[in-house]
């Protein structure tokens, strides 16, 4: 069965590094989202973003954020400048249809700012 | 007022009963309704999809949809210990990028 694949599966930064996490979405999937699961609360929206741009945006996207489809097969979410805060789970997620049938997650990054 | 409403739980159900887990949520635009199954330190995992008022069943699983109530639920049955996870309730606008909202998720327990 098709997967979504995260990198890595843990990073550990310094607080005010820069961090990129790394998504290969499904091969025939137009749709790419990144969430984010703070320990012990739910998961939340970060963003969509289809036809090469951002659909999409929650209030804690904000400057810090980017994402970009370097190729035809990355999906990358950078955080500029980490704080503690930052610390998560991430989860890149895609989809054919866009929402109309659910999303396909990766395994996830846990991301540990110190 | 949430987006997406769920008892966080622990629903804790013996081997092989009916398990029953409800959500409620505010966005009455909502069109395509999702139960995610999330594992500790997992990703979530969709399980379930329903589009239309009622019923529909898939397996040990039967999603249930109320749009003039706002209420969606999951029943699991034969419940087995593989089952325990947080289950996600998560609406979603059809169409496109939309984005898919999660609650906070119920947390069931079977107990062997």
């Known amino acids: 069965e098709p997967e979504v694949t995260q990198t890595p599966s843990h990073q550990v930064t310094q607080m005010g590094q820069e961090v990129i996490l790394r998504c290969v979405p499904i091969?025939?999937?137009?749709?790419f989202y990144w969430y984010r699961q703070i320990l012990g609360q739910k998961v939340e929206f970060l963003v969509s973003f289809y036809n090469n741009e951002i659909s999409e945006k929650s209030e804690i996207f904000d400057d810090q954020f980017s994402v970009e489809r370097p190729d035809g097969s990355n999906f990358t979410l950078k955080i500029r400048s980490t704080k503690l805060e930052d610390s998560a789970m991430y989860f890149c997620a895609s989809s054919e249809t866009g929402s109309n049938y659910g999303y396909t997650f990766g395994s996830g990054t846990r991301l540990t700012v110190v | 007022q949430k987006e997406v409403e769920q008892n966080s739980g622990p629903l804790s159900v013996p081997e092989g009963a009916i398990a029953s887990l409800n959500c409620t949520y505010s966005d009455r635009v909502s069109q395509s309704f999702f139960w995610y199954r999330q594992y500790s330190g997992k990703s979530p995992e969709l399980i379930m999809s329903i589009y239309s008022n009622g019923d529909k069943e898939d397996g040990r699983f039967t999603a249930q949809l109320n749009k003039a109530s706002q209420y969606v639920s999951l029943l699991i049955r034969d419940s087995q210990p593989s089952d325990s996870a947080t289950y996600l309730c998560a609406p979603a606008h059809s169409g496109g990028y939309q984005k898919v909202t999660f609650g906070i998720g119920t947390k069931l327990q079977v107990i062997p």
């Open positions: 091969s025939n999937h137009l749709y």
